[in-house]
């Protein structure tokens, strides 16, 4: 790295005034984890398309500022689902992303490189304002929401995740999280709350965003005090935050999970309702996907538990699990869903969809409002970051292994800036009133 890079790194680093930061040349190049176009085509024929094949870590040069645009020094970044599709070049290769954003031309066309930087999470500190930004400036401390919109298009006046420009930072857009430095729209940018360590501030905003959209906003399931919500993937990236948030709502998360550590890991976020999916079929093969056997005995064991059928299902797993979810969601029932990780083609009976008038709702990120809204309640401790293990920078493709393979849960984190872990809180005391010991829900259980 050059010298530039560790100048304006140290004074980040040593807290420099906004003056001190600007004064600081910007290097001409930085580190960062990317994808390579040439390695498009590796995995082809490959059983095992392990993610640390495909991510590599070195140097990439600093890219220029837009006017509406903000360099950020990024002190910890967190792996995002995301983040396996695209180091897996699946469904396909995200270059194809970058390519169709340069066609826009002026500054679109930076993204359209052979490389690109990947990551959809992090927090940092501003270095570099555009000329067009006017909320922000050097110095201030921020978590980075991934969606990139364009506020020009009129469906962004109506909900930023309606125009029809809107994009995945890191993942359809290059220079994302996974470097010592980010560039992001001013309209990404969240005040990092302020009583969490750089790595909890990392991990939080790509799914608990997404969650609270699907969960709370105008746009999702709306839920209200009483509902009883299924939630697949209960202690993963997405599940943990809806569970947080669904107690805190009022309602009644039912979680499902993949074992019995992870089983213990909910009762200890709170979910008093818990079923293992392994012990009714619901396995990695998919048999269960067709299987209204399995659907059913699925039905009987939220019943079992809670007495009664879920108002809303929280769905992301996709193919192995959309059948069930939609028969198991009470008459009237919705069941939203954001992803699909065992496969987009999802079968199931409507039947039971329409004689039971139910509603499938699509859902997708969050727009900006959504993002502080769900910021804000990281910043009045009523959520928590789920965060269970962080990684140095050299190991980023080892933590996304660790998504692809499911050998986590919650959120896994890595300190790119930052040198160790526990820096960057600037309200102990609020820190006290969370309470250590609710921040590390996730730490050190055995499940993670
Ligand atoms: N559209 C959006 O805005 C958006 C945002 C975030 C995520 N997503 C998508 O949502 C999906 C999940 O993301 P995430 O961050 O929560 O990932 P994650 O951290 O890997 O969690 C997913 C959870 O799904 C469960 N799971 C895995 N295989 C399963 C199977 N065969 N049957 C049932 N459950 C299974 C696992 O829990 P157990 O093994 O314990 O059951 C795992 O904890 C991904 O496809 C991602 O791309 C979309």
Not at 16 to 43: M, V
Not at 106 to 114: E, K, N, S
Not at 143 to 168: C, F, K, N, T, W
Request: charged fraction near 25%; include cysteine; proline fraction near 4%.
């Amino acid at each position: 790295m050059s010298n530039a890079v560790s100048a304006l790194s140290e004074a980040v680093l040593s807290g420099a005034d906004p003056g001190e930061l600007e004064a600081c040349p910007l290097p001409d190049t930085y580190r960062a984890a990317f994808l390579r176009r040439e390695d498009q085509e590796i995995f082809t024929g490959a059983k095992d398309k392990d993610v640390r094949r495909s991510i590599h870590v070195g140097d990439v040069p600093t890219p220029e500022l837009a006017p509406d645009e903000v360099l950020v020094a990024v002190m910890a970044a967190a792996v995002n689902y995301n983040t396996v599709w695209s180091a897996t070049f699946e469904p396909v290769p995200t270059f194809r992303f970058l390519r169709d954003l340069a066609r826009h031309g002026g500054w679109d066309a930076r993204h359209d490189r052979d490389y690109q930087v990947i990551g959809s999470d992090a927090a940092g500190v501003v270095v570099r304002v555009g000329a067009a930004v006017r909320h922000w400036k050097a110095g201030d401390k921020v978590v980075i929401a991934p969606p990139v919109i364009d506020e020009q298009e009129s469906g962004a006046q109506q909900d930023g995740m309606l125009s029809s420009r809107q994009l995945a930072w890191g993942f359809e857009t290059n220079f994302g999280a996974f470097g010592d430095y980010a560039l992001v729209r001013a309209t990404q940018l969240v005040r990092k709350p302020a009583h969490l360590t750089w790595e909890e501030a990392a991990c939080n905003t790509l799914c608990l965003g997404t969650a609270y959209r699907m969960l709370i906003g105008d746009h999702g399931a709306r839920i209200k005090m009483g509902d009883v919500v299924l939630i697949w993937g209960a202690t993963g990236g997405l599940g943990a935050y809806a569970v947080q948030l669904v107690l805190r709502a009022g309602g009644i998360p039912v979680g499902v999970v993949g074992s019995a550590d992870k089983a213990d890991l909910l009762d200890r976020l709170g979910c008093r309702h818990v079923i293992n999916r392994q012990e009714l079929g619901f396995t990695d093969g998919g048999a269960e996907a067709d299987s209204t056997q399995a659907w059913r005995e699925l039905g009987s064991a939220i019943r079992k538990r809670v007495g009664e059928d879920p108002h809303v299902v929280f769905e992301h797993v996709g193919r192995n699990t959309f059948g069930a979810s939609v028969f198991v969601a009470r008459r009237g029932g919705v069941v939203v869903t954001c992803g699909s990780s065992t496969g987009y083609t999802h079968q199931y009976d409507n039947r039971y969809l329409w004689m039971k008038l139910k509603r499938v709702i699509g859902s997708h990120g969050a727009n900006y409002h959504e993002s502080v809204e769900a910021n804000r309640l990281l910043e009045l401790g009523l959520i928590v970051p789920a965060l269970s293990r962080v990684h140095p920078f050299e190991q980023v493709a080892e933590a996304t292994r660790a998504v692809q393979l499911n050998t986590h849960a919650g959120k896994v984190g890595v300190l790119c800036l930052a040198p160790r872990e526990g820096l960057g809180v600037d309200d102990p005391l609020l820190r006290e009133q969370v309470g250590e010991e609710r921040l590390r829900t996730f730490r050190d259980h055995a499940s993670c």
